[in-house]
């Protein structure tokens, strides 16, 4: 589908990357973006995108997909239970429809597919190995369009993302709260994006993403996630965290934190140059330096 000489995009997934990227690419296409709320319809127009009522969870939603767009940008996560994304497994049979079919898709996966690797670096080529169910659901989404796309002539180019973060993403609540972190020589590595570059990366791989290809779409910085909280500390005048022992920290915070700090590995981005699309931000520290608190 067309309109004014315009070629239309499908997003799926309109949070804060999506909104940044229907912005960005309504000046150039039809953007049309699924959303489960009428609620949000609103704010989808503000950004030049057509909202679409939907529901991956419910695939007889879905049937206004059919044929709508030949690029299609899939960003929602899978379901919060289980190991197979049916979402995607939902979204795939719907956009497998129609005459107008799908010839580009791009979803956003997670770094979390590696697994623990104990500080070593990881690429593209390196296995995954995922120790959460969270992580085994990305791994299937993956797998699962791996297989679709070739079989139906779709040109699939999958980004992992590590941790997501911009002026309101990050962790100041937990150093307010004076959240413990590890010690140095426990501590794990983390790996970063801004918002903005992701979703500049994401809209160039509309144009430069190559047909089944993963690209770890990270900075490639290498810090250890102790640092990063001190380093955001420094930046706005606040208290580093206390550091404790793994023995200790995994009894006082959230399951679904100690999964993030337990694995450790540092992601590399050596691939990120076939999107043509340099970042604003290549670290975390050159973000701070723009921060009002920061000198």
Sequence with gaps: ?????????????????????????????????LTSSQNRFQELREVGAIPILGNLDHPESLW???????????????QNQGNRDCRTRNLLRILAQGSNAV???IYISTTGVYG????????????????????????????????????????????????????????????????PALLPEEDAYSNHIHSDDLARLVCAAVYHGKPQRIINTC?????????????VAD?????????????????????????????????????????????RYPSVADFLKTTSKNP
Excluded at 4 to 33: E, M, N, T, W
Excluded at 165 to 176: G, K, M, N, V
């Design 1 to 33: 589908m067309q309109s004014f000489g315009k070629p239309s995009i499908l997003i799926i997934g309109c949070g804060d990357i999506g909104l940044r990227v229907a912005r960005q690419l309504s000046r150039s296409h039809r953007v049309f973006a």
């Design 219 to 231: 900075d490639g910085g290498e810090t250890k996630m102790g640092d990063y909280f001190d380093e």
């Design 64 to 78: 206004r997909l059919s044929g709508l767009a030949q690029t299609v940008i899939h960003l929602a996560p899978p």
């Design 103 to 105: 010839r580009r898709l």
């Design 116 to 179: 623990d690797h104990r500080g070593a670096k990881v690429s593209e080529v390196t296995p995954v190995s995922p120790q959460s169910e969270r992580a085994q659901r990305r791994v299937d989404a993956e797998q699962v369009l791996r297989l679709w796309g070739p079989a139906h002539g779709v040109a699939v180019t999958i980004l992992r993302v590590p941790g997501i973060y911009a002026a309101d993403r990050l962790p100041i609540e937990r150093l307010q709260s004076q959240t």
């Design 235 to 279: 930046a706005f005048g606040l208290e580093r965290p206390p550091r404790k022992p793994a023995r200790e920290l995994q009894k006082i915070v959230s399951p679904m934190l100690w999964s993030f700090m337990r694995e450790s590995r540092r992601v590399t981005n050596t691939r990120l140059h076939e999107l043509k699309t340099p970042l």
